[in-house]
């Protein structure tokens, strides 16, 4: 079994990596955390979601959400925008258009 953080190999049978002491169990709490016991097993979290962010918009929150989605700053995700309307032929307008209407609020 190979370790999915540092790559080093390690025995079949091991919940924790050797090298780096990263969790080999899905869904298993970091090393060392309190009151747990390594053997449970914890729901992951939610998969992310590409939605419009209303509460960070300055348009129409298609920026805010991108940013928010890959987990990056707005305001480069905005010049990245900009980017991409100023870039002959722009796609950079009708991606966004069509961005704005089918993600969903939030």
């Known amino acids: 079994m190979y370790c ?6 390690n025995t ?3 919940q ?13 709490p ?3 955390a ?7 097993t914890y729901p992951s979290a939610p998969p992310k979601r590409l939605r419009r962010v209303l509460a960070d918009k300055k348009i129409a929150g298609v920026c805010a959400g991108f940013a928010e989605y ?3 700053d707005v ?5 990245i925008w900009i980017a991409l309307f100023l870039l002959p032929p ?6 966004y258009v069509v961005a704005w209407i089918i993600l969903p609020k939030s």
């Open 30 to 32: 970091p090393p060392g």
């Open 75 to 79: 305001t480069l995700v905005r010049l």
């Open 12 to 14: 079949d049978g091991s």
């Open 16 to 28: 924790f990596c050797t090298s780096c002491g990263a969790s080999l169990v899905t869904g298993a």
């Open 4 to 9: 999915t953080r540092c790559g080093a190999q």
């Open 34 to 40: 309190s009151g747990f016991t390594q053997d449970a």
């Open 70 to 72: 890959f987990e990056m």
């Open 90 to 95: 722009s796609p950079g307008f009708i991606i």
